[in-house]
């Protein structure tokens, strides 16, 4: 059964910190992963997408990717309070086709002010 | 760019009815979409799996004939609740695929409650 774990929070950072959020996969097959951030009564939003080992930064966000320990990470630089929402990592076994993404539980984060 | 309409935003209806939720892709056409279901507190539930012309896939222990999903177009996919009991009442929620990719962006959601 193909697994996805997230850090089980809550976890609160003061705001300007460092927020890390993280994951771990159990399919080694896996080949694209997706943050996505969830705001309470809303639906998900995509933050960011990665697909090579190694960092990708967007602005105050940055996902690493170690296919080898079968982990991916969101740092959040910089928190703000309206970064606080749940967090959810998805997995998907393939690149280039719709497949049903495997969604960690969530992370949920809390920026204090 | 990438954006996902889901309409109603909200819904009340009486125990017994149907109700009909549209998820639209509005600048991407999308040969797969995906409906969920979120009750409060909880993960994200994938119902099924709906491609453009053809018979939605749909997740164990969600009934077909209660969930009828219709993808009748590359921007177009229906949900609809039929006989709606108040058990059926929660979050639904599309994500839609462009044809060629594999990111899903959802849509805001749909509220039902059934009385």
């Known amino acids: 059964q193909k697994e996805v774990e997230q850090n089980s929070g809550p976890l609160s950072v003061p705001e300007g910190a460092i927020a890390s959020l993280n994951c771990t996969y159990s399919d080694r097959g896996s080949q694209s992963f997706f943050w996505y951030r969830q705001y309470s009564g809303k639906s998900p939003e995509l933050i960011m997408f990665i697909y090579s080992n190694g960092d990708k930064e967007d602005g105050r966000f940055t996902a690493q990717l170690n296919k080898a320990s079968q982990y991916v990470s969101l740092l959040i630089r910089d928190s703000q309070p309206s970064d606080s929402a749940t967090y959810l990592c998805?997995?998907?076994?393939?690149?280039?086709?719709?497949?049903?993404?495997?969604f960690g539980s969530g992370t949920q984060l809390t920026v204090l002010p | 760019g990438a954006v996902v309409s889901q309409h109603p935003s909200w819904v009340i209806c009486k125990s017994g009815t149907s109700v009909k939720i549209e998820c639209r892709s509005l600048d991407f056409q999308a040969t797969t979409m995906f409906w969920y279901r979120q009750f409060p507190k909880q993960s994200l539930m994938l119902m099924a799996t709906?491609?453009?012309?053809?018979?939605?896939?749909?997740e164990q222990g969600v009934e077909k004939d209660k969930f009828l999903i219709n993808h009748a177009s590359l921007t177009l996919s229906t949900l609809t609740v039929t006989s709606a009991h108040p058990e059926d009442s929660s979050f639904y929620i599309c994500?839609?695929?462009?044809?060629?990719?594999?990111?899903?962006?959802f849509g805001p959601g749909t509220r039902l409650l059934v009385l």
């Open positions: 709906s491609n453009e012309g053809s018979k939605a896939t749909y």
């Open positions: 998805a997995v998907n076994p393939a690149r280039g086709s719709a497949r049903q993404l495997t």
């Open positions: 994500s839609a695929t462009p044809t060629g990719r594999e990111t899903q962006y």
